[in-house]
Every structure is written in C-alpha cells, then in structure tokens.
C-alpha cells in the first residue's frame, strides 16, 4: 500500500464491535466505529461517525482534515472505506481566492467544503487519527491557546466563501440509509451529483485492487436516477447491473436492454441471474437482440397512446432519452463499433418521433423534481463513462469526446454568432448587445430555435443522422434548464460577466512586500468616442476583445471539446496549434478558456485552474517554469526548484486535485539545446494523476518535426491544428462583426481592404489597423462636402498606400543630386564589372565621370564616402563597416529597375 | 546732439554681435524648435492627432517615423510633443519614455530605464531588481494591470528603433507591441529610424503587432526654397533689441544670397546633400567669422566655410606625413598600378623604394630597415594603410599583406599641396612608369 511505505510507524486498522448494517447487493458491511493501534503501542485510537479526523495527504505537517460520514468494509475484511466531508486548510485555497475572505485567515482556520470535484470516499487506511474542530460564529474572534483544534466559520465552494448558516450545518450529511436500499453511496446532497463520479474515476486507480462494488454502486445509482420513477428498486438495480455490463460489451446490446427495461418488466429471476453470473451475460445477446425488434413494435404502440391521450409523460421522455444518452456511451467509447447504434437509433425516431414541440412542452411541464432529474441523468452517465475509460483504455483517444459535450458547445456557439447575425441583420437596440454579453447561456427559447436551425444546416461533421441531433437536443434543452436557474440566483450576487475574467489569471503575481505596481491612474478621465468614426475606430482596435470570434468555429469548437473532454475526465493531454501571426490563435484558445470557466461557474464542468505562459515574456526557456509555479501557487522559486516543485505536484496523486489547463505561447522559444523544458511540459500531461492539459501555440506547422527531438515530438503527440490564414470573406465578416451595426464604412471599401489583406497574408490584425488609419483619412478629409461622411474607396485606397507602399522610389526621388548620381555610378559599376558589387573605389571613379558629364564640379573622396554612408543609413545601399574607406563594398538593397525607374521619373 | 540719440537707440555693435551669435548658435544647434516645422504639417497633423488620440481617448497606438538623417525626425516629434503637452488633458495625463538604441543597448538595460522613467522602482522600495526575468515580469504586470480609462497613457519613444530589433528575440519589442495590441494600459510606441527597410528587421510576430503605420519624411525641396531657407535661418528675428541693426543684418543676408558666388557655393552643398543639417553646419562656419570689424556674413565668408566642409579628411592628413612616408605612399601607389590592386607588403614597398632612389632620386637616400618599418608603421596606424586580413598577424612584420587605404586623386592633391616637396619625388608620383 501506498501510504505504508511512507509511514514511520505501522498502523493497524480494525473494525470495532459487529457490523450496523450489510449492503446485500454491494456486499458490504457497515461499521459504527473503527479501532486505530500503532504497532508495539498499546494505546488505541477509536473512530466513530460523525469524528473528525485527519487523513494522509501531500503535505505531512498539514493532513486534510475531513469528518467521517460512514465507515463500511467488504465481505472479507480487507477493503475499509470511509465516506467523508472534506474540510480545507487556508493552505488548500489557492491564493487568489484568499482575497475573497476579505481579512487574514487564522492559521487554524478550516473551511467546510462545499466543491464538487474531490472524491469523498478515503481508503480508511489513510486515516491519521482525530482531530478536535470547533465550529465559530461568523463575527467571533479566533480563540487562542489551544493548537491542536481547528475552526471552522465558512464553507468554501472552490470560488466563494460561505457563512455557515447554522450549527448544524457540517452535521448534515445524509442519514445512513437502511441496508436494503440499493443507493448506499449516493454521494451527499451538498457535492452535487454531476461531477463527483467524474472525478471519482482516476481517484480510483490508485487503489491497489480493482474495486467492484463501488463500480457496481455507481451505475446502481446512475440508473437509479436516470430511472427514479420506478418504483421497483430490486428490479431497477438488477437492471442496472445489465446495464453495466452490458455497455462493456457492445453499444447494441446496452440500448436494447436498457430499452427492455424500461418498457417491459422482465422478471425478476432472470436478472438475479445476471448478477450473480455476470459472464454469461453474452451468452443472452440473442435475446435481446430480437426482443428488440418486438419492442420496437410495442413502443410504437405506447406512443401512439402517449400522443393522442396525454399521459403521465415521465416514462415515455425518460425511455427516449436513454438510448440516445447510451449512443453517446458507444460514440464515445471508439473501439466499439459504431453501427449498431446506429442502426438503433434510425429506429428510434419512428417508435418515439414526436414532434419536436410536443417533446418540449413535456419537458416544460414538469415538476421541480422532474426537471431536476434530466440533469442528473446525463451528467452520472459521463462520469460512468469516464470511470470505464480510465479502466479500459487509461489513454482515451482524443476523439474520443462526449458527443454531448461537443453538441453543447456547438450549440453555445452556434447560437451565440446567429444571435449577433441576427443582431447585425435586424438592427436591435444596443441593449439587447449588452443584454447577450451578460446572458452567457442562451436562453432556452433561443437554444430551442437556434438547434431547430441546426438541424437545416447540417454542419457535414455530424457523423450522427439528424434524428439523432433531435435526441441530444431534448436532453440538452432539459439539463441546460438546471444550470440556467441555477446561475440566474448567483447572478444576483455578482456579474458571470467578471469572473472568468478573475479566474484568467489565478495567483496573480505579487512583488515582495506586498506592493503592486502599476501604472499610475488617470487624473482626468478618458474621453469617450464621440462620433461615428470614432466609435467605429474604437470598435476596431485589436484589444477590444470581440463578444465572439466569428470564422472560427470550427476551431473554437474542437479546442473546445478536447479541453472539456479532458476536464471530464480528469486526464491530461497536449495539443499543438499552429498558424501564421494575426490568425486568432491565443485569442481562441482564450475564448475557449472563457467558455469553459464560464460553464465551470454554472457548474456544467468541474473547475479547473488556467495557467497561460508566453515564449515572447520571458527572458529564458527556464523562466517558463517558474511563471508557471507562481501563477499556479503564488510562490517564488528559481527555476530549478520550480521544476522540482511542479514535477512533484504533477506526479503526486492528491485527492482534491483540479484540471490545470496550461497555454504556451510562442512555444518555439522555449526550445534550449536539450529541450528539456519542451520535454517537461509534454512529460507531465501523460503521468497518471497529473490532470493537465497542455495547450501550445507557435506559428509554423512543421515545429515539432524540425526543431524537436523524437521523444519531445512524441511526447506532444499529434492532436494537431492549423489556424488557416483568412480568406477575403471571413476577414469581411471580422470587420463586420466588430462594427456590430456602426454604419462608418462603405461596403466596397469593406471588400478592399479584406481582399487586399488577404492576398497580402491574411492578417487580421493588418485588416483592422487598414480600417482603422481608413477612418482617420476620412475624419481629416471629412472638410470637404463631397463626401458622405463614410469611410469611402479613396479613403482606403490611401491607407493601402500608405502602408504597403515601398518608400523606396520616394526614397530615391528625394535624394540629392550627388546621390542620385551615385546611385547611377553603381549601377554602371555593375554594368561594367558584371557582378552585383563594387568597391567604393571603383564606383567613385564611375561617379567622378558623371560628374564631368553633368557639368558638375567633381566631389573629393570624403565627400563621396559622405554620400555613400548616407545612402547607407538609409538602407539604399548595403555597405560594409565604414572604417574600410574607400575599400569597403557597395551593394544595391533596391532592384536596379526601381532606380532607374525614379531617376527617370523626374 | 543727434549723434547721441542715434546712440540710445542703438545698441554698442558689440553688445549687437553678442546678440546675434547666440540668437542664430541656438537656431543652428538645434536647441529651439522652430513654430512650425517646415514642409512637415501633414505629417505632424498625423502625429498630434494620433498621440493626442492615447493622451486624451486612452487609444493604444504604435508609429514608426522614418526619414532620412537631418531629415527632421526628431524635431517633428519635439514639435508634436510640444503641442501636446500645451492641452491640459494630455499633459496631466501623459507619461514619457525617451530610450535611445544607442544607450539601451540591450532589454535589460532598456527595461531598467523604462522602469525607471516610470518612476515604478519607488513601489517596490529600495529593492534593486534581481534578475532580468524578475524585471521584465515587474514591468508586463505593471503594465497589464492598468486598463484603457483608468490608467494613464505612457508615451514610449524609442530612437534609433532598428537598432532595438536587434536585441535577442526582439523581447522588448514583442512585449510593448502586445500591450499596445491588447487592453492593457495605453501606450504609444513612437519609434524613430532612418532606415527605410526597418520593418523586414522585425520578426514575424512582432510585425503583425506593429500597426505598420509609417510617417515618412521625404522631403524634396526645391533650390529656390533651400536659398529662402538659409534667408530665413541667418535673419534676425523682428523683436531684436536694435532695429537698425537688424535691419542692416537681414539686408546683408538678402544680398549674400543673391551673391552669385554665394548661390553657387549653396548649389554645390544643395546638390551633396539637401538635409538641413549640413546647411547648419555650413552657416555655422559662417558665422563664427561674424565680428565687430566684420559685421556681416560676406560670400567670402561662405566659400571658406565651404572649402572647410569639402575638404578631404584623408588628404589633410598626407600634409603632416614625413618626405619618406610620402615616398613610402608613392612607392605603393605604382605597386597598385602595377599589380592592379593586389595587396603588397612591407618588402614590395622597400624594393620598389630603393628602385628610385637608384634611378633618379639626388634629394633622397636609402633608409635602414627599422626606419622604413617605423615609418611603416605610422602609415598603419593612421590607417592610411590597411592590414589585409587580422588573423595573419602572426606573420612577420616584413610580409604581412597590405592594402593602401588612399585614392590616387587624394595622393596627387596632398602632393600639389605638400610644403616644399621635392621635384624629383613629386616627378616620381606623377610618372606613369616607376
């Protein structure tokens, strides 16, 4: 065991008394209390529920302090668990969010937690010994005197602290439930259900054996939701139980017993069967095969009478949703052939085909508890899922993604650029912009259309029929529903708008003595755009970050589902993203970032923390490790002890460990000549409890293949993407979609200037700074009636000018006579030598012959060298260092036509 | 009586020559702006607009201004900035930094100053700052953390800005262009160059963060208004102290510059070099030879100054050279002619020497050796004559491999002039064959 090679002493864990209770279906007994004796030491520690206690954690001087919820074993005494409730240190808070607290943290200050992501079952071996805690009112000091207890005042969710609001809040967990129920270990009301089975699954590979009944438990309780109202429990975990083993066979065979189930009984005996027996389940593959095809008969039937008499519609609802739900399992699961789920779902439509309104008015009209329940249905089944991947196949493939994730965030953001499309089209006030910014998640009226549309436009990588969509849109519409009303109560609290934003930049670096340096504020505020072009020219600047990135979605949504599918799961991963400067590459990936933070804060996804590091903003390759421990941690270290410090954190396995998301930047600088820095940050995404995902930037395509060494290149793998340059028509809409509907610009002077960009490099930085210098030409030609009062074809045309136009040619026009002539001297230097150089020496000669030619008095050698350096200077001519004199080398920087061209012109 | 009041009214002529020397110094030494740059209104219409635009909208803006030397670069920015500074707005809000790519020769250093002009180390105490990350990480956040409204714009200008993109990485440039890109504090990245190719210097990422606006200064005055501006640059200005005398001053200007041996010294400096600088000098020179005696810049004046500006550096030099160097050079000068330009050495130089002085020399005679290699060696060190390739030093002093660093037509001019040259040599020099 893990935790006994560490320990000094020998512990001995023993069951105290009889068992309370046994699970008959998990197999497991509960205990009242537990008996901890050091070896060679008489004295014995006693644990009972409802104690706090400490558990073996990362740092040795400050355990985790947790109370016990339940103590139970298995049949043969070996597996002891403990289902706590977490309490955090001030330790365990990440620093940034310690300002919330708004005052000092007391040293022995604990916090109720209330997170989701941490797994609430403890191998009882890790159990240290008991702990005093005192719960505090919130305005009392912190007593002092005694170490060795702890307090507790607030909760703390992983994003805010929370007043206890009552004594006997932290004593609330749920009662143990009776030995019979078959939901023994539904995780307690405060974690949610979402997201606790998600984070359960790695946790559960560090244990030594494989553990059964906890298996069996969560698709028990999975299916117990997804079906809660049956009424029959025996039959719903036998079900369950198929179910489970069922999807570890084939996709097929899971949907058509789970259909089986849930429209026909079938008898109690056959199932008990199946639980004892659990490898005979192939042998009934037939069975269920063709008791399939009668069923799809018989829903046809049931459907008829749903639709025509209005029945209690929780059942039919539930039963569609499952097998779509159980698709997305075989999707998901890449080896498992596709077909069949297919071939199922094709039916599906037929024996369940409502019409879409008529499914959403069902889900409309049900009950808080129903509406509840979709929710819960969908999100325990990912986290099944999860758990079977990190058993099956530790490495999930990455496109192995949740359909349904990838459906959501299609959906968001499809919505999201229809909505401002809308918004261009119809001209709405400026209200409902703001109104959109504000309202992350559309509503569900607009989610309804806008997956109405989808179903039209059929994105081509839908692999999936368009019946298939209507069923993930159904689940979808019900379990965004949760969400929404969720957020709108925080919402009261403070703005969803700014808190990405905080959560950007978690531990925000801070220079010694706690000083903060910063650029001195304004004494007189900004002006603020006054008129249209103004405005427009506002609108256009770079920085003014866009509420969408429109001709990016494709992009977007990939990056996407591979960060949200590996926060799912809590595994890591790299991913490479490549394309040419000003193609919005970091500015996806941070919209990426926002999104997903966002859904963290509505609690669709567990947290995550984001680190984003630059190649270009530090000074050294190794600096990379030390930006990126401080702004994980907040400390400071050099950067060998970073590297020491972050290998530790990555490959340690902690119970409450969060997704970290880390964005390189320019990653080509951070390539040394061992490239060991590369090699580190492709390592730690592949070690077992390291949960991070490496998201990189550079520019060129091919970096891995020429400036990396095989085991890097290796290690970054090939979940590859290129951001393609803009064509004419996407940087057409950027300017768009960032003009909102500010008339400032004619539509032809649009097009120029895209298809001028575009031609040139697809920059969509350069098209903005274009437009922008465009409004200014305007605003100073504006004088003159004529125009109209827009951003016209001239006007761009003179920005073109101005910025891709060589100075060259002016150059030489405005050039002196003596450096006009020599200038001709080179070039009939070179004429005459052949070659594309001279020294200066002979080029003088040449210039002291024209100079005769032109009647003019001929210049001395200092003079000429004067003429040359300035030609130089300007970079007209390439010379060599000009201590050589008249030996140095005379080299033309510009094309002998386009200096004879601007000599001829005037 | 008269007398006397024409003495109130005016100044002592000394106390007038005092005047004007410090009047015109000041003008030609660039110390005073001048109202309105000249030639230049477009452009400073762009600028002021565009730093106006950060000072006052909190707009981040970059520009580069490109111009030839003594084009007036620096004075346009001095000019804008002056006209900036007098709107209270801008002036309560605008910080500045000045860099040089010649003094901040690295980022270190550059950040430092930045840090430094910013009056940021004040934040931080006494601290000195570690290590170079340590600054750059102090300086970025500082700079993230002001937003557009609040914080107050900071004016970069970065002189020589070519030289800058020759840091390592351009992380300097990188970073000020990305906050200039991004809602960070507002800055204006003004950078100042004369070469017209600086933006192929910049790497990749940085050019797409430069807006790639550009204010060139090309200017292309004609000769009418190069004379009008020395007029205007020699004239007294109307509130001098002594009327008459500036009176009588600017009468003698109009008529030096249609002096036609004056006009035709000016075409001569207008054809080499239409910058204004070069004019400054010129009239400096000028002006320097204003005395009480000569109260009055006369053409005379002006073609001296003019012989001074022209005359040939290397050729001065040969003035002060020895008989025997002279030789020395000489003897070089037919080996060049001989061998077409190939190097010599000290032995080539000595043999084609002591030709001469067999065949027709009566005023020179042979040398020892250590004298020829001392005079040998004051050539080299003037660098009259150049050692071929450094790596052969090596090689003994006799046969290291020379280059002459001189035109034929600076040997001859030096000859012409050279006090009390003797015949035969300067014979020798001119004679096709040695």
């Known amino acids: ?906 | 009586m008269s007398k006397r009041k024409i003495q109130e009214a005016h100044l002592p002529i000394g106390e007038c020559i005092t005047q004007v020397q410090e009047i015109l110094r000041e003008r030609l030494c660039h110390q005073q702006l001048p109202d309105k740059p000249e030639g230049l209104e477009a452009q400073h219409k762009h600028l002021l607009e565009l730093l106006k635009r950060t000072a006052v909208h909190g707009e981040s803006n970059s520009v580069l201004i490109v111009g030839p030397r003594g084009a007036g670069k620096t004075m346009l920015l001095k000019c804008v900035l002056r006209d900036l500074l007098e709107e209270k707005e801008a002036q309560k809000n605008l910080l500045q930094v000045h860099l040089n790519g010649l003094l901040q020769t690295d980022d270190r250093i550059a950040l430092k100053e930045i840090t430094r002009q910013l009056h940021l180390e004040n934040v931080v105490g006494d601290k000195v700052f570690g290590s170079f990350a340590e600054n750059l990480a102090f300086l970025l956040e500082a700079l993230k953390k002001g937003d557009r409204s609040s914080s107050r714009p900071v004016l970069l200008v970065l002189d020589e800005f070519d030289l800058f993109a020759h840091h390592k990485n351009q992380t300097l440039l990188y970073n000020l262009l990305d906050v200039s890109q991004s809602a960070q504090a507002p800055i204006a990245v003004v950078g100042i160059t004369c070469r017209l190719d600086v933006l192929e210097l910049l790497e990749k990422r940085v050019k797409s963060r430069f807006s790639h606006r550009q204010i060139h200064l090309l200017s292309n005055p004609t000769f009418p208004q190069y004379l009008a501006q020395v007029r205007t640059q020699l004239s007294l200005p109307a509130d001098f102290p002594d009327a008459q005398f500036a009176e009588d001053w600017n009468a003698s200007v109009k008529t030096l510059v249609e002096d036609r041996s004056a006009v035709d010294v000016l075409q001569r400096h207008f054809n080499s070099s239409k910058d204004f600088r070069s004019m400054h000098v010129l009239l400096m020179l000028c002006l320097s030879r204003v005395s009480v005696a000569k109260p009055a810049v006369k053409p005379a004046d002006l073609l001296e100054a003019s012989r001074l500006c022209f005359s040939d550096a290397k050729a001065n030099i040969l003035h002060g050279l020895s008989v025997l160097e002279l030789c020395l050079i000489i003897a070089m000068k037919h080996l060049n002619d001989v061998y077409e330009g190939e190097p010599f050495n000290l032995q080539m130089v000595h043999n084609e020497f002591k030709k001469f002085l067999q065949r027709k020399s009566n005023s020179m005679y042979n040398f020892e050796q250590p004298v020829i290699m001392k005079a040998f060696e004051h050539l080299q060190q003037l660098e009259l004559i150049w050692l071929l390739d450094s790596s052969a030093a090596r090689i003994q002093r006799e046969y290291q491999l020379m280059r002459l660093m001189l035109d034929h037509s600076q040997i001859m001019e030096a000859l012409q002039k050279y006090p009390q040259c003797p015949t035969d040599i300067k014979q020798w020099a001119m004679s096709v064959f040695s």
């Open chain 1, 1 to 906: 065991m893990k935790y006994f090679t560490r320990l000094r002493v020998r512990r001995v864990y023993k069951w105290r008394g009889e068992p309370v209770s046994f699970n008959r279906k998990l197999k497991t007994y509960e205990y009242g209390s537990l008996a901890i004796s050091v070896e060679g030491l008489p004295k014995t520690t006693v644990i009972n529920t409802g104690q706090h206690i400490l558990i073996e954690g990362e740092d040795e001087d400050n355990p985790y302090v947790a109370k016990v919820i339940r103590l139970y074993g298995d049949e043969s005494g070996r597996q002891k668990k403990a289902v706590v409730q977490w309490f955090a240190r001030v330790s365990e808070v990440p620093v940034s969010k310690l300002k919330l607290l708004g005052r000092e943290p007391h040293p022995q200050e604990i916090f109720y937690y209330q997170g989701r992501s941490c797994d609430d079952e403890v191998d009882a071996e890790s159990i240290l010994r008991p702990v005093q805690v005192k719960q505090l009112d919130g305005a009392a000091p912190f007593p002092d005197g005694d170490r060795d207890v702890l307090y507790v005042k607030l909760s703390w969710d992983s994003k805010t602290f929370k007043v206890l609001d009552s004594e006997l809040a932290p004593e609330s967990p749920p009662p143990p439930p009776p030995p019979s129920c078959p939901k023994p270990s539904l995780p307690p009301p405060c974690s949610p259900p979402a997201a606790a089975p998600a984070s359960r699954g790695p946790a559960r590979r560090a244990l030594p054996t494989p553990d059964f009944a906890i298996m069996r438990r969560a698709a028990a309780g999975e299916v117990k939701v997804s079906r809660a109202t049956m009424s029959a429990r025996k039959a719903s975990a036998a079900e369950a139980e198929s179910l489970h083993s069922a999807t570890k066979q084939s996709a097929s065979k899971c949907l058509s017993s789970k259909r089986r189930t849930a429209s026909a009984r079938t008898p109690g005996v056959r199932k008990k069967l199946e639980l004892s027996s659990p490898e005979k389940k192939s042998m009934i593959r037939e069975d269920v095969l063709s008791r399939l095809l009668d069923e799809d008969l018989e829903s046809e039937v049931m459907l008829a009478q749903r639709l025509s008499a209005s029945p209690p519609q929780a059942l039919p609802l539930n039963h569609s949703l499952g097998p779509a739900r159980t698709a997305h399992h075989a999707a998901a699961r890449g080896p498992f052939p596709l077909k069949p789920a297919a071939v199922v779902l094709a039916k599906l439509p037929e024996e369940d085909s409502p019409p879409p309104s008529a499914g959403r008015d069902s889900t409309r009209a049900t009950t808080p508890s129903r509406r509840k329940e979709p929710k819960t249905q969908k999100e325990p089944a990912m986290g099944v899922l999860a758990e079977e991947d990190s058993e099956n196949c530790p490495m999930l493939p990455v496109a192995a993604t949740p359909r349904s994730s990838k459906r959501k965030s299609a959906q968001l953001v499809s919505s999201r650029i229809r909505r401002q499309l809308n918004l261009l089209d119809n001209r709405l006030d400026r209200d409902s912009d703001s109104d959109g910014e504000d309202e992350f998640v559309p509503s569900r009226k607009e989610l309804q259309s806008s997956s109405d549309e989808d179903d039209d436009d059929d994105d081509g990588e839908e692999e999936d029929s368009d019946e298939d969509a209507v069923f993930f849109k159904k689940s979808r519409r019900a379990s965004t529903a949760t969400p929404r009303s969720k957020q709108r109560t925080r919402s009261s609290a403070r703005t969803p708008r700014k808190t990405p934003n905080k959560k950007v930049t978690p531990g925000t670096p801070r220079t010694p003595h706690g000083a903060t340096p910063s650029i001195p504020s304004r004494s007189l505020p900004a002006r603020q755009p006054a008129n249209v072009l103004e405005e427009a020219r506002t609108r256009l600047h770079v920085s003014s970050v866009p509420e969408s990135l429109p001709c990016r979605e494709q992009e977007f949504q990939d990056i996407y589902s591979f960060v949200e599918s590996k926060i799912v799961d809590g595994t890591g991963g790299c991913m490479y993203i490549s394309g040419v400067p000003g193609t919005g590459k970091t500015a996806t990936v941070h919209e990426v970032m926002r999104c997903l933070q966002h859904a963290a804060d509505v609690d669709e996804i567990p947290p995550f923390l984001f680190v984003e590091i630059n190649g270009m903003k530090m000074t050294d390759p190794h600096q990379a490790y030390v930006q990126i421990l401080q702004k994980l941690t907040g400390q400071k270290a050099t950067a060998d002890h970073a590297a020491a410090l972050l290998e530790k954190r990555f490959s340690n396995a902690a119970p409450r460990k969060e997704t970290t998301v880390l964005l390189v930047d320019e990653l080509d600088l951070l390539w040394t000549r061992k490239q060991n820095v590369m090699y580190n940050l492709f390592d730690w995404p592949t070690r077992r409890h390291a949960r991070l995902v490496v998201l990189t930037i550079a520019n060129t395509m091919d970096l891995p293949e020429r400036i990396m060494i095989n085991r890097v290149a290796s290690r970054l793998g090939l979940t590859r993407m290129s951001f393609q340059p803009y064509s004419f028509k996407q940087l057409q809409q950027i300017i768009m979609s960032r003009l909102n509907k500010v008339k400032a610009f004619e539509q032809d002077a649009l097009q120029l200037v895209s298809r001028k960009v575009a031609a040139l490099s697809g920059d969509a930085r350069r098209c903005l700074d274009i437009c922008r210098r465009a409004t200014e030409i305007c605003e100073h030609s504006a004088a003159n009636p004529s125009g109209s009062g827009l951003v016209g074809m001239s006007h761009v045309m003179e920005a073109l000018d101005e910025m891709f136009s060589s100075a060259y040619i002016t150059a030489i026009k405005c050039a002196s006579l003596q450096e006009q002539l020599f200038l001709r001297a080179v070039i009939a230097e070179f004429r005459r030598l052949g070659l594309e150089e001279a020294t200066f020496q002979q080029v003088f000669v040449q210039h002291q012959a024209l100079c005769r030619v032109e009647g003019l008095q001929p210049v001395s050698v200092s003079e000429g060298l004067a003429v040359c350096q300035r030609l130089g200077a300007c970079r007209l001519l390439l010379l060599e260092p000009s201590r050589l004199g008249v030996l140095q080398r005379v080299r033309l920087n510009v094309s002998q036509d386009d200096v004879l061209f601007a000599l001829k012109a005037d």
